[in-house]
């Protein structure tokens, strides 16, 4: 039975590589990494913000002897002149996880835009091995039907019919390996791009 046939592809290159980078669970994980690492550096650089308090308070009696009416404000502010050598040490901590999960990143993205790349040149090159195939099977019936003509005429013999016969069901069971490589390629794609492979 002739394999069947793989629907042709829909989505361009970029549009394969932007898909793949929404898609990929591992560059999620490093944008969240990411993401991650700045927030503690935002949070270490917050050791240095001054810091303010008001406190008030208000006293009143109403006993003639000791008659009060006393209300206070008090305003305090620290000024960090140095962040410290603890603050310093996570600041530094902070800043060398945010490399390294930018670093990560950047891992994720060209093992993903590899992966994408030669998942698009398999395709295509088992596209162009369906295409050849389809040319030998149509040489390989021409090639049969001419022999089955020759040797109604009496020119051949059975051995060339065979032959031609044998050709021609070579040609169709490669142009079926073909196409089920195209499939495979098909839904290999599909795969790295995170899409559900599709009939």
């Known amino acids: 039975a002739d394999a069947p046939a793989v629907g042709p592809l829909t989505i361009t290159r970029e549009a394969a590589h932007a898909e793949a980078i929404r898609n990929s669970p591992d560059v999620i994980e490093a944008d969240a990494n990411v993401r991650a690492a700045e927030a503690a550096i935002a949070e270490a650089r917050r050791v240095r913000d001054p810091d303010l308090s008001v406190q008030a308070s208000h006293a009143h009696t109403t006993d003639p002897t000791t ?106 069971n490669d142009l079926n390996t073909a196409v089920y490589d195209l499939a495979l390629s098909r839904a290999k794609l599909d795969q790295v791009i995170g899409r559900e492979p599709k009939p």
């Open 67 to 172: 008659y009060s009416d006393l209300t206070t404000l008090n305003l305090s502010m620290d000024l960090p002149l140095g962040g410290g050598t603890v603050a310093r040490q996570q600041l530094k901590q902070a800043q060398a996880m945010l490399e390294q999960a930018k670093a990560t990143r950047e891992i994720a993205l060209q093992s993903l835009d590899l992966a994408v790349e030669q998942a698009f040149l398999d395709f295509e090159a088992n596209l162009s091995n369906v295409e050849s195939a389809k040319e030998t099977v149509r040489i390989a019936e021409e090639s049969y039907q001419k022999a089955v003509q020759a040797y109604a005429a009496g020119l051949t013999t059975t051995r060339d019919v065979l032959d031609a016969g044998f050709a021609l069901a070579t040609a169709r």
